[in-house]
């Protein structure tokens, strides 16, 4: 069995279960590459029947064509405003720069997310957060925006979240023989969202507490896919 990243725990407890979060190690994702052939070369030998295989939604992403270098990007300035009162963590920018917000007014519309924006600001006036990504919704919370730990060369770059990721899911499944389910995750050290599986959503809930320090890093550990094995 693989070792943990560095700061994370092989092991996790969720209602009285052991799992293991194997992490697997690949080579850096390329636009030019074809997820399929990522899957079958690092994870097909490895997941056994009973597993779940779950898939960082950036190389989803990546390999959709849905990856943009900052220089693409030409942020216009309602996306310069709106950024500066995103909140940046040391996880993620999320939206907290012209670049990251502009692509969120691409994906969500104008209308949305300036709605959210408008909730967001009275709601956290009381000490309520979390509403912005809530009414702003999953493709708004899926983009990635460069940090100072990001692997080149997405260290200078803003990837969306993917297409159909339960279209995904379903297919990887298949290529794997069926033997494993697959979750498409969206998983940083502040919490965790299933953006697409072949689970139901108890499993999908479960999901998420198994996944919740997540346990494929956050920084430069190469370790895109994963599989989650009961002990």
Do not use: W
Not at 6 to 14: F, I, Q, R, T, W
């Amino acid at each position: 069995m693989s070792q943990a990243n560095d700061g994370k725990a092989l092991e996790a407890s969720v209602d009285g279960k052991s799992y293991a979060r194997i992490p697997l190690r690949t080579r850096v994702v390329m636009p030019e590459d074809d997820l399929d052939a990522i899957i079958t070369e690092y994870a097909k030998d490895a997941v056994q029947p009973g597993d779940l295989l779950f898939v960082t939604e950036k190389i989803v992403a990546i390999t959709q064509g849905r990856s943009y270098r900052l220089d693409e990007i030409k942020p216009r300035k309602l996306a310069l405003f709106l950024s500066k009162y995103v909140t940046r963590t040391p996880y993620g920018i999320g939206l907290g720069m012209p670049e990251t917000m502009e692509m969120a007014l691409r994906e969500c519309g104008t209308p949305r997310i300036l709605f959210a924006s408008a909730v967001a600001a009275v709601t956290k006036a009381f000490g309520r957060r979390g509403d912005f990504y809530r009414i702003a919704g999953d493709k708004a919370r899926a983009i990635d925006g460069p940090t100072k730990h990001t692997i080149p060369p997405y260290n200078e770059a803003v990837v969306l979240g993917p297409k159909d990721p339960d279209g995904v899911a379903a297919r990887l499944k298949s290529l794997i023989g069926g033997q494993a389910e697959v979750a498409v995750v969206d998983i940083n050290d502040l919490g965790g969202n299933i953006l697409g599986s072949t689970l139901d959503k108890d499993g999908e809930r479960r999901l998420v507490r198994i996944l919740g320090d997540n346990p494929l890093g956050q920084g430069l550990e190469s370790t895109p896919l994963g599989i989650v094995r009961v002990i």
